[in-house]
């Protein structure tokens, strides 16, 4: 399966129809899921790629409930509402790859909306110059890394072939 499903309104690529019944499957296939529901303006370059997809003030995640295509329009509802949500798309592009379905409306030439599911967010801790001890546990090796001043352990156990990864990634 190619990562990338685009279908256009007017166009006359033979795979057209094809990849708008692709999208509506999965649009549909989204029903109860919670989603992530981001909008952002398209750059002037129109590379929708350069655009930091990270949270954002106005970034919604909720429950999607009734996900339809009528003509060729998409519809929805959230969990908590009973008003349905609506746009009619020029250009819908489906990543599978990240499972996420990008639209650009017909009404607001200059926006994408990006649904998906959630991308896993992690958390991230920089530890400076911390305390370590390694240890043996079978086969398997442990290294534990502490930091005094933030209250942290950190303990890797790590298999043979993760520590020569980690052994041939280090630099010196």
Request: charged share 25%; glycine share 4%; proline share 6%.
């Amino acid at each position: 399966m190619q990562p990338r499903t685009v279908w256009q309104q007017n166009s006359d690529n033979p795979e057209n129809r094809t990849n708008f019944a692709i999208i509506q499957q999965w649009w549909t296939n989204l029903n109860d899921k919670k989603i992530a529901w981001r909008q952002r303006i398209i750059p002037q370059t129109g590379d929708v790629s350069q655009l930091n997809w990270e949270l954002q003030r106005f970034d919604e995640a909720f429950k999607l409930q009734a996900p339809q295509i009528r003509g060729i329009t998409l519809y929805w509802r959230k969990a908590d509402n009973e008003r349905e949500g609506s746009t009619t798309p020029r250009k819908l592009e489906l990543d599978t790859d990240s499972q996420q379905l990008y639209i650009y409306p017909q009404s607001q030439q200059e926006l994408v909306i990006r649904v998906g599911v959630p991308e896993i967010i992690y958390q991230k801790i920089e530890i400076k110059n911390p305390q370590y001890q390694s240890t043996r546990n079978g086969e398997n090796h442990i290294i534990i890394l502490r930091d005094q001043q933030q209250q942290l352990e950190i303990t890797l156990n790590l298999t043979p072939d993760n520590l020569a990864q980690l052994k041939e990634q280090l630099p010196g």
